[in-house]
């Protein structure tokens, strides 16, 4: 990979390309913004955007599209049928990914809806490196089982594993055995596995799970959505792909793939989804199930303006320029962190910078949610709205029970090309703040609290009067500062 050396002092990220439109930001008041995350429910999900500052929400279709996917939204064709900007994106996405067949969906959830409608069964399971909230939820609602496979070294918080997304082998085999193979729907290999911190998995532990599906006649399924990233560290830290191009190292990810899908919000930096096989059987099944809840085979839901933005955005995922963007400001931030004892995720992985909430406040138990709680301050202190990813991410059992999860996370997106340095620089600010006053933030309980994906639209509470503490404690150290 190309690099660039700085003469004076430490290396920063340097942007390889320049910013032509701009959209202007709003941070408001301290005040304002403790009564917005009061009215959202202390959910950052149910912020207006008017009130935000930063949007570190997520990198979902709000990455920065270059003016090449700009400029091809305007030649669209919106036939219906046979719509030329359908075999443009065809075209595409076949060549990206060397597969002969091709379905678009919507968004990545439904192609997560159509592979468990068509493949889990009550009693089957789905080993999985790690589980994204929308997968497990829909393989449940099927009656399948999700099994998390994921190497011992993915759950540490700090490592220096290139690798953390990799699967566990061993524990692979024995659940294939535990199950049998014909109870094993499919296995799923998620890229740049989003719940443990965005970290990827090896080309060769993709090989290692492929052998083994094919001997078991098992498909495995390739979640391709946040395959950028992993290309990016695939080709920094993996010997065996130095010398390969980032399209032989896609190529050979499909090769080993029975079936790939991605989320086109993130993978391409549109608003879609698709499906690719090579298998004619599993294309055909697949295929029938595109009308009923997507819309026409040659739009799948999707406009066609960004059918041909993700079309130029998956050739542009070939540019390591391009790719290398997030993970070079994630690494800025995790380091800046890192370096003055903030807990974060290491190494730095794609996505964004995740923040261990269970470290950072750890004298708040999980069930009062404290990577919640994190979200609802850290928005009081800078503005910026990050995303739980935590137990509040997760579903109560049968019983009723909370789930605590393995991980209690604030994922602070970065969506590419969106930010400035300076910007980066704020967040990084406002964080050792409010690290240095932590002890004043406490717990959240519910009030309000959906039975699915109660993270989307859950409401909830402080547990004490901490944030008005909190308030208090900004204006002292910073007088009228915004
Ligand atoms: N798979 C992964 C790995 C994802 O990160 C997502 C979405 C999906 C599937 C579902 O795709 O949103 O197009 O339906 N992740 C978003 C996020 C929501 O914020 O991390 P979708």
Known sequence: MATVKFYAGESFPLEMHKVRIIQKLNLIPLDRRGKAIAEAGNNTFLLHNRDVFMDMLTDSGVNAMSDRQVASMMYADDSYAGSETFTRLDKSVKHFFGTKYFLPTHQGRACENILSQIFVKKGYVVPMNYHFTTAKALITVNGGTVEELIIDEGLKIRSDHPFKGDINIDRLNQVIKQYGPAKVAYIRMEAGTNLVGGQPFSLANLAEVSKICRAADIPLVLDASLLADNLYFNKKREA??????????????????????????????????????????????????????????????????????????????????????????????????????????????????????????????????????????????????????????????????????????????????VFTLSQVNYAIDRLIWLYENRRLVEGLKFVEEPKILRFFFGRLAPVSDWQTKLIAKFKQDFGDSL
């Open 240 to 417: 065996a792909c130095k010398d390969m191009t980032l399209h032989e190292i896609v190529l050979k990810f499909a090769e080993l793939s029975d079936i790939i899908y991605f989320s086109a919000r993130k993978l391409g930096f549109g608003r879609g989804g698709g499906i690719c096989t090579n298998n004619e059987e599993h294309f055909l099944k697949i295929r029938e199930m595109i009308p009923l809840y997507e819309g026409f085979l040659t739009y799948g839901g999707m406009s066609v303006r960004e059918m041909e933005a993700i079309a130029v955005g998956l050739e542009e995922t070939l540019d390591e320029d391009m790719i290398s963007q997030g993970p070079i400001f994630i690494d800025y931030m995790v380091k800046e962190l890192d370096k003055r004892g903030i807990p974060v995720i290491t190494p730095p992985g794609g996505l964004g910078c995740h923040v261990d909430a269970k470290a950072f406040l750890d004298h708040i138990p999980q069930p009062h949610y404290p990577a919640g709680a994190l979200g609802s301050a850290y928005y009081i202190a800078s503005g910026i709205r990050g995303m739980e990813r935590g137990t509040l991410s997760e579903q109560r059992d049968e019983n009723g029970e909370e789930r605590l999860s393995n991980m209690e996370l604030l994922r602070l997106a970065l969506p590419r090309r």
